[in-house]
Nanobody, 123 residues
């Protein structure tokens, strides 16, 4: 069984930083890319960032470009999201995702999801 486990969420003031981590495990797990989504109550889950292990290509939502950085370690099936200059509108539950469909400019969510980690940014 595949598991994605997130960590690193919490409460931070506007302008602050947080770093999320996601580790994937499972005997059958294999994914050439991983990413992050977020969701607030009453809204659809939205894409935040993704990374492909094939060449290290990264993807970002316009709302986080220049503030968030995704990175990872393919050998460890681990992905990170460094979030800087956080804003109150970044408040959401952040979900790790794996096994996506990728294109030159898009990252479509894959079948594997973590349980989510809460990020709260106070003004």
């Amino acid at each position: 069984q595949v598991q994605l486990v997130e960590s690193g969420g919490g409460l931070v003031q506007a302008g602050g930083s947080l770093r999320l981590s996601c580790a994937a495990s499972g005997r059958t797990f294999s994914s050439y890319a991983m990413g992050w989504f977020r969701q607030v109550p009453g809204k659809e889950r939205e894409f935040v960032a993704g990374i492909s292990w094939r060449g290290g290509k990264t993807y970002y939502a316009d709302s986080v470009k220049g503030r968030f950085t995704i990175s990872g370690d393919n050998a460890k099936n681990t992905v990170y999201l460094q979030m800087n200059t956080l804003k109150p509108e970044d408040t959401a539950v952040y979900y790790c995702n794996a096994d996506p469909r990728l294109g030159d400019t898009y990252y479509l969510a894959g079948r594997y999801w973590g349980q989510g980690t809460q990020v709260t940014v106070s003004s």
